[in-house]
């Protein structure tokens, strides 16, 4: 426990910050680690969590059911540089910031088993100057997909990313058909669709391919809802492969035609008549992602509403702003 920590001597903490640090040093990096039960149990909290309780009319509550297990499948999530801040793994790596995290660990979590993976990995996320990416909340994409589509319904994810959204649709009785083109998520992914095959209602195939280049390959009105978010131009860093979307187009302009707009406009003709494409896009520092998106999407679709999504702050923004959350538009677009 941390509280008992607190009461050791100057002496003691710094024996046993060390004994942490070793036995973390030999056990590698805190990844999230599920057993067979654990899986099971997060996968009946998920399939109990009603979506019209999640999706109000306009409003989303705050829920993280299934987030834990959708980042299971993904270690790679903890390698992904952001902007020019430091992944959680490059804090690992360091040996005076895995000390200093554990210090850290034991202040800021003084009632639970202060170095767990689970309070490490905290902490190590949210170290001064660090970051990670986020995976979408598999109870909001089942909300959504509980509303937009009807049962046996095509639902297309063109970025499919860490699985979030798999994770939501397949807890209904949809197809789920995800394109990606990294190949660590791709293998997540895949992971994930093997092991839920029997334990969950809903079906995916997931495509290891370029989306801007594959959607233009499949026959018009076929899908009968759109359901994704664009990666952030070169925000986060999925890979180092050749067919990532910030290496194929370097430039932002060059990304925004040769992917943005030509991924929605294939969208668009895949959708059926009177079909939603739900769109999540947040503009990262200095590219306006939203105006963009919006303004290619409008000369199609009809912006049918646009809900908020709130997000957990970082300890230092809620210090900052007085404000536990900050949100991220859902924009649903409906087919003429």
Known sequence: MGRDWLKFTARQ??????????YWRQNGFPYIRLNPSEINNELSWLLRA???SILMRSTLSVSTVGLRLANFFHPQMWHVPVHDYKTPFDRYQDDFCL???IRKALRFFPDRNSLNAQCLRSTLRIYRGTTRVSNFRPTVARA???RFSGPGETILDFSAGYGGRLLGCLSLPRRYVGIDPCAAQVEGLRTMTRVFRDKLPGSAQIIKACAEDYLEKLPPRSVDLIFSSPPYFNHERYSTE???SY???PEYPQWRKMFLERVLLAAFDLLKPRGFLILNVADPPGIPLIADSLRILKRHLRLHETVAMPLYRLPLQRAMTQQAFKHEPI???RKR
């Not at 903490?13 to 070793?22: I, N, T």
């Open 13 to 22: 903490q710094a024996r046993s910050v060390e004994r942490a640090f070793v």
């Open 50 to 52: 009603s979506p019209d």
């Open 99 to 101: 000390r200093d995290c």
């Open 144 to 146: 959504f997909c509980a």
């Open 242 to 244: 050749a067919s990532q």
């Open 247 to 249: 290496l194929r187009y």
């Open 331 to 333: 924009f649903v677009f």
